[in-house]
């Protein structure tokens, strides 16, 4: 089970930098939030900021570190199981974040949109929506007035489909550049790498796109949105909450 | 340090005068409470049963496999048939629960054939109660005074589960409710009735219940609901049928004299006067809720 | 740089020999470190403090509950209380002191030098304090804390929610992400540094209770990231997901949290069950009746409680077959509970016992936890959950496995540990008093509670209605009770374990296990070269 040696790095600052980075974003990201609501200024983006500022120098900081570790031959198999295992339990609890927001959709979907538009067991729920009609994908709301429906759906084979398309190409060229690095091919290594990076950020460039659209202009109900026009490739994507260099997770 | 633990006893003494040292669920008004008040008694006696086994042997153990008594350990470990016999007997236990209770559950699920649908609607902090056939509709709200609540007076016994216009429903009938909410989550609870419903904003629950013997009960809110939700109980009046009927038609012949009132066009001088009327007088005139 | 066991040549000189390398000085000890210990300690810091804020809430609103009326705090205040104890309980007392007790004993417990992702380890413990700073900084916010339950049932914490609300979602995230990357440590630990020989059949059961509860870390605390980001969205960009009127369902917000809240009960459990089993076998100098079978019996507890969300839900106006499946998903639980229960009986029977403070911790756990477990699976039976349901009587059922439950696993496993970690044997007479305080004055605060529960009192609630006043003034002394009792507790560890006696390596004469072959205090680092096990 165990190799002899196992390496247990000295004491480091990372971590702590990290704490007190995660502590401003989060602070600073609920009175940005709060802020925005109430359409009164803050000092959030700046708290919020500087938490980015200070997550970016620990991001290369850190990995700087390990790195330099790892060449230096400090590193066993042991090692490299524990990190490939943390790495694999991380993507697990990825999952498991969309799979709370993909039982949302089932249970909006087959319970309480029919419920409301007085279908199945709860179907004089419907007393309190006179006229209202359960259609899916939903385009007019219980109650039009404070939710407006979406005006017209998302083109699954326009944005989306990019995106799509971006997403499972950067899953090729990161495995071409995996074989690179185990067949020592440097310079292909580094042309693979570069492209798969220029792939994430044109992914990301286009979901913000995708959402600043969604959000401002047709008004389309967020919940609803994702749910319904998307078709969804590979589970993380739809929401743009995976980091750029993560594409490849979806292998 | 005595001072203390006498002002203490006396302070449990003279409150107990008030309080009954109730220690179990109440069987209740309705079959289905007192079907669920032996199923409860059911699976409590099945846990003091186990309870005693299990404990029992525990203590045996204790008291005659310590070592201050020179016990000495035994060495063994594992028996498949002692773990087959202690899995498989609890597992036979509850089912032997699971089906009267399942049984019970579809009669509280039955809403079919009510004789009276009353729509209830939780408020922050208030019960609408609308009866669906009669056109009556009205709010429900604490009529417990602040002073009381403060300790600035006296407390009554039905302190905090009193209101101004309770719910009335017929005995002996199947009383539907339709239950729902217009801002958070509350719940309706009868405890006499066993009908806890939660009140759900832009759903309706269904539930329903039939008393034989009239009479007053009271209950109160059960889902956190703000600020006040200890304060919003339920209190409802079960009348024999005849009774029933003469306080629908009063409630009918209130609303139609509300109706009048408010159907009458003045003009503004008229309106005027009248304001004069209530300063003068110290009556309101009557007014929608 | 300290490697283990072989000396690497471009390591400097003076730290390659980890025998004597000691921790660092000052605070930067704590900030930086990376041992195992360090960061246990701090853990279990953290938790105490966290309890006595907690309890000291506690302590507001059984003061409040002492008498009928309105006398010392308004209802918003009390509904604050009400929710800061529950979340800091949960999440700032029991899990931290699990962690921390994970960190201690399950790298000493299976032969590994230390967790196997240190740096990480260190950084799971630092957020934190921050998470929590954020959380109780929100006392003093306009609007005031959270004040919904800990449960933040919508739209009563969406629509209706203080503006403390989106602090409190992010205090959850980050908070979350420390659970998270603790689990993944631990779980990378026990599956990849075990000592030669170490089997994972042969791992002591609190290394295979941490084992299993890591996982349901990881499976459900993305799920409460979940909900409370589809909170955030429905609070700050318009959507709809626990709204009726865009299509939406405040239900569906109580399906996804208890698919996280059940397994996370659980998770409060489950370790206390491996600290208990290891310590009765210990003082009845007898081995474990069924090892396999306790392994098992934590397996399909994990498993089946991934199943049983919605027996909080009862009463919320689901389907039929919803109400039997939960039902009957839920009863089954008692059968691996039993059979663990059973096995600690018959680890007694027959066996040599005595009663240092440890065993009693774990004797009143026994009973006490079974209790606890008696009265769940009363609530478990739907129909007559609708009359337990919000009422004092499942306030009663979850502080019995909570409170002796869960508290008293910790406490046990702290006074069977504490010498291994100071080497210093702590007061048995000074323990036996803190134990008997806490026994007494625990089943005083909550055994009442079950009685005006079933007579009918609803829960978070600030003031109540006559006939349930003596109950709960006799609720109110016993809080008081067991509260102050904790400061033995305090006074016990900080004291006795500086100037108590030496202990020798074994501490207990029944103790088995490789923490026990080293000596006490245990060296900074444990193992350098992994023992052998047969
Ligand atoms: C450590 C925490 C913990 C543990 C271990 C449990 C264990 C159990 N819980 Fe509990 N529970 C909570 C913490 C916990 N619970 C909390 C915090 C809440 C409230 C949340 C909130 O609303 O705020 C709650 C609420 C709660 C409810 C909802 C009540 C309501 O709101 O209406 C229910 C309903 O089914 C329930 C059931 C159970 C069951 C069946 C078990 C079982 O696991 C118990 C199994 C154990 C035994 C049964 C005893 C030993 C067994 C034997 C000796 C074998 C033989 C026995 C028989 C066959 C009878 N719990
Ligand atoms: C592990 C979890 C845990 C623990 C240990 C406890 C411990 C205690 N709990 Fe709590 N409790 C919950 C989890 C827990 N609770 C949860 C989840 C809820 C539900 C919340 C909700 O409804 O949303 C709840 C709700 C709850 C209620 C219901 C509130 C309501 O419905 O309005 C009550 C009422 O009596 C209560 C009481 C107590 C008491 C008296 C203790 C005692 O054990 C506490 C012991 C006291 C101390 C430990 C104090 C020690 C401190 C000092 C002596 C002072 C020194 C102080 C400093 C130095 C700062 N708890
Ligand atoms: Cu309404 Cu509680
Ligand atoms: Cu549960």
């Known amino acids: 089970m165990s190799t002899s040696s196992y390496y247990v790095p000295e004491q480091s600052r990372w971590p702590i930098i990290a704490s007190v980075s995660m502590g401003l974003l989060a602070y600073g990201a609920a009175m940005t939030f709060n802020a925005m609501s109430a359409d009164r200024a803050s000092f959030g983006p700046y708290i919020l900021g500087a938490g980015f500022l200070v997550l970016f120098y620990v991001i290369f900081g850190w990995f700087r570190d390990v790195i330099t570790e790892s060449q230096s031959g400090l590193y066993s198999d042991q090692m490299d199981r524990s990190f490939r295992q943390g790495m694999l339990w991380f993507i697990f609890s990825e999952v498991m974040f969309f799979a709370a927001f993909f039982g949302a959709l089932f249970y909006v979907r087959t319970f309480s949109v029919p419920w409301l538009g007085g279908e199945g067991e709860k179907g004089v729920t419907n007393m309190l929506w006179e006229g209202f009609q359960a259609t899916w994908p939903l385009m007019v709301t219980p109650d039009p007035v404070q939710f407006e429906g979406p005006r017209e759906l998302v083109d699954p084979w326009h944005l989306p489909l990019l995106n799509t398309v971006l997403l499972i190409s950067s899953s090729v060229t990161i495995t071409i550049a995996h074989h690179a690095l185990k067949v020592g091919h440097r310079k292909k290594l580094e042309f693979w790498l570069a492209a798969t990076i220029a792939l994430a950020v044109a992914f990301l460039y286009f979901q913000v796109v995708e959402y600043i659209e969604a959000y401002t202009e047709p008004r389309i109900d967020v919940a609803v949105r994702e749910f319904t026009v998307r078709p969804s490739t590979c589970s993380p994507d739809s929401t743009g909450f995976m980091s750029p260099s993560e594409p490849s997770f979806c292998l | ?289 | 740089m300290a490697t283990v066991d072989i000396d690497l040549p471009h390591v400097k000189d003076h730290d390659h020999d980890p025998h004597h390398h000691g921790p660092a000085k000052g605070i930067g000890r704590w900030l930086f470190t990376t041992n195992h210990k360090d960061i246990g300690s701090m853990y279990l810091i953290f938790s105490l403090c966290m309890f006595l804020i907690g309890g000291l809430m506690a302590l507001i609103i059984r003061a409040e509950l002492f008498q009928p009326g309105l006398q010392l705090v308004e209802p918003e205040f009390f509904n604050q209380m009400t929710t800061m104890h529950g979340l800091i309980m949960v999440f700032g007392a029991v899990m931290p002191a699990f962690v921390g007790l994970a960190n201690w004993m399950i790298p000493m417990m299976i032969g590994a030098p230390d967790m196997a992702l240190p740096r990480m380890n260190n950084w799971s413990f630092w957020i934190l304090p921050f998470a929590f700073l954020i959380l109780l900084s929100s006392l003093f916010m306009e609007g005031g804390a959270p004040n919904f339950g800990w449960t933040f049932y919508a739209p009563l914490s969406t629509t209706y929610g203080p503006p403390s609300t989106t602090y409190f979602i992010f205090g959850v995230h980050i908070m979350g992400i420390s659970s998270i990357m603790g689990a993944i440590n631990i779980i990378a630990t026990i599956l990849n540094l075990r000592a030669p020989g170490m089997t994972l059949m042969k791992m002591p059961l609190f290394v295979w209770t941490w084992l299993i509860t890591a996982f349901l870390l990881i499976a459900v605390m993305p799920v409460l990231a979940g909900v409370v980001t589809m909170m955030l969205m429905d609070i700050h960009f318009g959507t709809s997901f626990f709204n009726a009127a865009g299509g939406g369902d405040p239900v569906l917000f109580q399906h996804i949290f208890w698919f996280f809240g059940h397994p996370e009960v659980y998770i409060m459990i489950l370790p206390a069950f491996g600290i208990i089993s290891e310590i009765i076998p210990t003082f009845a100098r007898k081995r474990l009746f069924g090892y396999p079978s306790m392994v098992y019996a934590v397996a399909s507890i994990a498993l089946l409680s991934f199943i049983v969300w919605a027996h909080h839900m009862f009463t919320v106006g689901m389907p039929l077959v919803g109400e039997v499946f939960f039902m009957f998903a839920t009863m089954l639980i008692a059968v691996p509970t039993g059979v663990k229960v059973f096995n600690w009986v018959a680890t007694m029977f027959r066996g040599s016992m005595t009663f240092e403070t440890p065993m009693l911790f774990a004797l009143a756990f026994v009973v006490l936890f079974t209790i606890g477990g008696f009265s769940g699976l009363m609530l478990a039976i739907a129909p007559v959950d609708f009359q337990y349901h919000d009422t004092y009587f499942v306030v009663a059922h979850f502080h019995y496995v909570l409170v002796p439950g869960a508290v008293f696993g910790i406490m046990a496993g702290v006074y069977y540990w504490l010498p291994k970690w100071t080497g210093h044997v702590l007061n048995e007479s000074l323990g036996k008093f803190h134990f008997w305080m806490s026994f007494v004055g625990v089943n005083i605060t909550f055994f009442p509670m079950h009685f005006v529960g079933l007579a009918g009192m609803p829960r978070r609630i600030p003031d109540y209605a006559l006939q349930f006043a003596d109950f709960n003034s006799i609720a109110s002394v016993g809080a008081f009770i067991f509260g102050l009792s904790q400061l033995i507790f305090v006074y016990n560890i900080i004291h006795n374990a500086r100037v108590g006696e030496k202990a020798t390596a074994q501490v207990w004469d029944g103790a088995h296990g490789l923490e026990w072959t080293v000596p006490s205090p245990a060296p900074y680092h444990t193992f350098s070269t992994p023992p052998k096990v047969d």
């Open chain 2, 1 to 289: 340090m005595t001072k203390a633990m006498m002002a203490l006893g006396l302070s449990l003494a003279s409150s107990s005068a008030l309080a009954d040292w109730q220690v179990n669920l109440n069987q209740g008004v309705t079959e289905i409470s007192r079907d669920i008040f032996d199923l409860h008694m059911l699976i409590f006696w099945i846990c003091v049963v186990i309870g005693v086994g299990v404990f029992g042997v525990m203590f045996y153990s204790i008291f005659m496999h310590r070592k201050s008594k020179g016990a000495q350990a035994a060495h063994f470990h594992e028996n498949t048939t002692v773990e087959v016999v202690w899995t498989v007997i609890p597992f036979v236990i509850l089912i032997g629960m699971a089906i009267p209770a399942t049984g019970t559950l579809m009669d509280m699920y039955d809403t079919s054939e009510a004789d009276v649908d009353i729509q209830i609607t939780g408020y922050q902090w208030k019960w609408r109660y609308q009866y669906l056939d009669e056109e009556i509709d009205f709010f429900s709200n604490l009529s417990t005074p602040r002073e009381e609540i403060y300790n600035e007076a006296g407390k009554n016994p039905n302190y905090l589960l009193e209101v101004d216009n309770p719910l009335v429903i017929p005995a002996g009938k199947k009383v539907r409710f339709l239950i729902t909410a217009n801002d958070v989550i509350h719940s309706w609870w009868v405890p006499h009735f066993a009908v806890k419903k939660d009140a759900i904003p832009g759903f309706i629950n269904e539930s329903w219940v039939r008393v034989d013997e009239p009479g007053v009960y009271r209950g109160q809110c059960t889902e956190l609901c703000g600020k006040d939700h200890g304060f919003m109980p339920v209190v409802v009046e079960v009348k024999p049928q005849a009774e029933y009927d003469a306080w629908v038609a009063a409630q009918r012949a209130k609303k139609a004299a509300l109706a009048e009132a408010a159907s009458q066009s003045y003009s503004v001088d008229e309106l005027i006067a009248m304001g004069e009327g209530v300063l003068s007088t110290g009556h309101a005139p009557p007014v929608m809720r």
